[in-house]
């Protein structure tokens, strides 16, 4: 049984920064790759970051890059997702993924098997 707890969101001044935590429990020895997704309302559930275990490919969706950076923490299982100069439209609910199987690079919300809950980020204007 595999488990992913989001922790770190909240609400944000744009310019502002925030660092998200996905904490992993279970059989995360077997993950080939982890993400962050995240969903504003009335959109689909798009890729931020992603993050390969076997060979440390890392992809950045082009809205984030500069700005979001991740990182891990492998002793506590836990990835983290540091998010800067925040802006209005990276306001959404952000979500962890994990998949043990090595598909599509970097993926879409389809080739990920497990998800965290969600965190809700929120950015003033």
């Known amino acids: 049984q595999v488990q992913l707890v989001e922790s770190g969101g909240g609400l944000v001044q744009a310019g502002g920064s925030l660092r998200l935590a996905c904490a992993a429990s279970?059989?995360?020895?077997?993950?080939?790759?982890m993400g962050w997704f995240r969903q504003a309302p009335g959109k689909e559930r798009e890729i931020v970051v992603a993050f390969s275990w076997s060979d440390a490919r890392t992809y950045y969706a082009d809205s984030v890059k500069g700005r979001f950076t991740i990182s891990r923490d492998n002793a506590k299982n836990t990835v983290y997702l540091q998010m800067n100069s925040l802006k209005p439209e990276d306001t959404a609910v952000y979500y962890c993924a994990a998949t043990p199987y090595a598909r599509n690079w970097p993926g879409d919300r389809l080739t990920y098997d497990y998800w965290g809950q969600g965190t809700q980020v929120t950015v003033s204007s």
């Open positions: 279970g059989r995360t020895f077997s993950f080939y790759a």
